[in-house]
């Protein structure tokens, strides 16, 4: 079994700052890309950020100089730093990951539960 935990979701005031981490346990063999996206009421999920296991990053347009995505390879964990936040930014922030089982296997996607995001003075 493959689970991604995430934690560090919450109630901050416009402007303030949040630390997401989603960690990958069970059996696997390697990790590819990770991901965060986020999915506000009545909105479909989007992409905010992601990350290759090189390292390579990328950013939705309205993030783009606020969060910042890092990953800790030895400890098969993603972070989600947040800074100036603002009230758009409430979701439900989910973080995925493409991993392979095994060397001989295709990579799969999975999925975090969800952490809920608020922004509101």
């Known amino acids: 079994q493959v689970q991604l935990v995430e934690s560090g979701g919450g109630l901050v005031q416009p402007g303030g700052s949040l630390r997401l981490s989603c960690a990958a346990s069970g059996t696997f063999f390697s990790i590819n890309a990770m991901g965060w996206y986020r999915q506000a009421p009545g909105k479909q999920r989007e992409l905010v950020a992601a990350i290759t296991s090189d390292g390579s990053t990328n950013y939705a347009d309205s993030v783009k100089g606020r969060f910042t995505i890092s990953r800790d390879n030895a400890k098969n964990t993603e972070y989600l730093q947040m800074n100036s936040l603002k009230p758009e930014d409430t979701a439900v922030y989910y973080c995925?990951?493409?991993?392979?089982?095994?060397?001989?296997?295709?990579?799969?996607?999975?999925w975090g539960q969800g952490t809920q995001v608020t922004v509101s003075s």
């Open positions: 995925n990951a493409d991993l392979k089982r095994t060397p001989f296997r295709k990579s799969s996607v999975y």
